[in-house]
């Protein structure tokens, strides 16, 4: 039994999946106000800030906000631009057929894309197509630095300055968020939760992980409160955590077959269309690369 089911949870405070998780934002009313500002004012925008820093927190406020009121979609770069086509996203999104999109796809669409660091060339260019033609009313980037996103110049002239930078939480306000989540339990006090923030770097995600092991940790002993040797020995479990190892292990939504790793991007060899030297995806009819020029050969394309 996991530690937060003996104290009579049913679902873990600690999780750190974010997607469709809605938590109080702490210390992020500024921060709230320009983003939903942001899209209601019909521009892009970039959230910028170093892993587990809340950006994701910050998209799914925009997603609680606008749900109803308008057509949000939410991408996930990081899992889903391995194979991600932002016109057939839209189109399978809202059941249109393909050669009947425009002028049938609703307009005014908000478009929250997250972890946008392997976004490809050719859909910087429907992205700005799109929100050109008031397909996308808003556009929403989030990445860990935006100087380095790799992302065409049209974009970064329609985003100009409009970069949010998220700083990393005051250790108090940490502490606090995890003990709401927590409902003041005792298995955690201020000084193990300010102690596993440190060691994470400062980054929520990292640290809920850690808090959520050394839980687990200190019940197996016996114990009723975690301290930091519990913390200690959570972290060298965990081993060379990474940040996208909290992430599903990058499957075909289609098949379930593991995706390949091509240069920046993850595809499937089965499923895809695909150049085998930049991993860009190509049409059935491509003579060569739209992204890195490469002239194919017969049997070379996927």
Known sequence: MKWYEEMGLEENPLGVDTVGTIYELVDRERECKELLYMVLSSNMMVIEGKPGFGKTMLLMYAVDNFKGKGKVIYVDARKLNKKL???????????????????????????????????????????????????????????????????????????????LKLEALPDELFSDMVTERIHSADILNKDSIIYSYHKASRNIKKALLFLDMACDIAKEAGKSTVETKDIDLAISKLGGFKEEELEEDFLCPDCGTKLKKIGEYYRCEYCDEYCENCGALCDEEDLRCPECGLIFEIGEQQ
């Open 85 to 163: 086509d932002i016109e057939k996203l839209m189109i399978k999104r809202y059941g249109f057929v393909k050669g009947k999109l425009l002028g049938k796809l609703p307009k005014n669409m908000i478009l929250l894309l997250d972890n946008a660091e392997s976004i490809s060339k050719r859909n910087c260019e429907k992205i700005r197509y799109y929100f050109d033609q008031n397909y996308l009313k808003s556009v929403i980037f989030t990445t860990d630095d935006y100087e380095s996103l790799n992302i065409s110049e049209a974009l970064r002239n329609r985003i100009g300055r409009r970069v």
